[in-house]
């Protein structure tokens, strides 16, 4: 079987069928990716990503995607082609987070600590963890009305995943641009009429 010429649905409905080529397969494809996104997440939140830490980190992710029968590539909708790779990034960047929040927890060293000066300074797109919650608050009520602002768009709920991504999880306009296979001026364009939008109708 010729694993590349397989859609990554082909490739996950294999995977549940118990198929080791197929998850080998899978593996093989988003292996760097998920890698790339947990380097990401443990540099912002001032942790340097030694091999053995980006190893279980990476183990962390698969755990949450193999977790209640592979619960996550399960219930995947396949609502565009970045479906799989948008349920990755998330996993792999949530996973991480966790992780760091129950290190610092315990840690309870000066890392915990945000000088208010710092933060006034922090921008959207490079605040990587949502540690209060009233910010989660915040962001939901955020991207509910941005839905209900765009639920008439072809791409509506692929556009909301994207800025999801950008604003909560500091993943960048190229990075999405190769996760959802587009131009990426046109991720650039989505962002910027969706943070209008935020600003005209939602905030």
């Known amino acids: ?5 397989l859609s990554d649905q ?3 409905e294999l995977c549940l069928e118990g198929n080791e080529g197929a998850w080998s397969e899978l593996l093989e494809r988003y292996k760097r990716l998920i890698l790339r996104v947990i380097t990401k997440t443990l ?3 001032g942790i340097a990503p030694t091999a053995s830490l980006l190893e279980d980190r990476f183990n962390d992710c698969l755990m949450r995607i193999l977790t209640k029968d592979c619960r996550a590539l399960r219930e995947l909708k396949w609502l565009h082609e970045g479906s799989l790779r948008g349920l990755l990034v998330i996993t ?3 996973a991480t987070q966790d992780w760091v929040r129950k290190e610092f927890s315990e840690k309870r060293d000066k890392n915990k600590e945000v000088p208010i000066a710092d933060m006034d300074e922090v921008k959207p797109a490079s605040h990587n963890v949502i540690s209060s919650g009233d910010q989660k608050i915040l962001l939901d009520q955020l991207m509910n009305c941005l839905a209900n602002v765009t639920r008439d768009e072809a791409d509506c709920k692929r556009n909301l995943a994207i800025f999801l ?8 306009a190229a990075d999405l641009a190769r996760i959802y296979k587009m131009n990426l001026r046109k991720v ?3 962002l910027a009429r969706l943070a209008r939008l935020a ?3 939602c905030l």
């Open 165 to 172: 991504l950008f604003y909560s999880y500091g993943i960048t």
């Open 43 to 45: 540099r912002i939140a």
């Open 188 to 190: 650039e364009n989505t």
């Open 92 to 94: 792999a960047s949530t």
């Open 10 to 12: 082909q490739l996950v």
């Open 1 to 5: 079987m010729n694993w590349r010429e």
């Open 199 to 201: 600003r005209s109708h």
